[in-house]
């Protein structure tokens, strides 16, 4: 993995350098946690939510913030992504953002099959 410098006019303009977007339920103590670290590590300017969100709660103004000031958003596609509106907000943003500023996706698919996705299938 290539480092990124804060410096650089790769992040010009933008607060962090990647987003991550996740069902914490299925990876945040897993697979997420440990991608956060290593980016972390690596000098990678990462915004992670911290807090458990809440059924039945909005998503933050400060949330749709970090993904509209960051420059790359990976999207960890687990089994129950779809099933979370907080997730489902967070990817329609970060796909609203795509058209602008030149931002990158780059989907995970952890544990899941990507023709599910791709299909919509299964849970």
């Known amino acids: 993995m290539a480092v990124l410098d804060s410096s650089s006019s790769f992040s010009y303009g933008f607060t962090y350098d ?3 977007s996740f ?3 299925d990876t945040r103590y ?3 946690g440990n991608l956060y670290k290593a980016l972390l590590n690596n000098g990678i300017h ?3 939510d911290d807090e458990e969100l809440q059924r039945g709660h909005e ?3 400060s949330l749709l913030e970090a993904i509209e000031e960051s420059r790359i958003a990976i999207v960890v596609l687990s089994k129950n992504y779809a099933s979370s509106s907080f997730c489902l907000q967070e990817l329609v943003k970060i796909l609203d953002c795509i058209k602008g500023k030149g931002r990158l996706v780059c989907p995970i698919f952890y544990d899941v099959d990507p023709s599910d996705v791709r299909k919509q299938t299964g849970s």
């Open 18 to 20: 990647v987003f991550l």
């Open 59 to 61: 998503i933050t103004p």
């Open 46 to 48: 990462t915004f992670i």
């Open 23 to 25: 069902r914490g339920l």
């Open 30 to 32: 897993g697979f997420t």
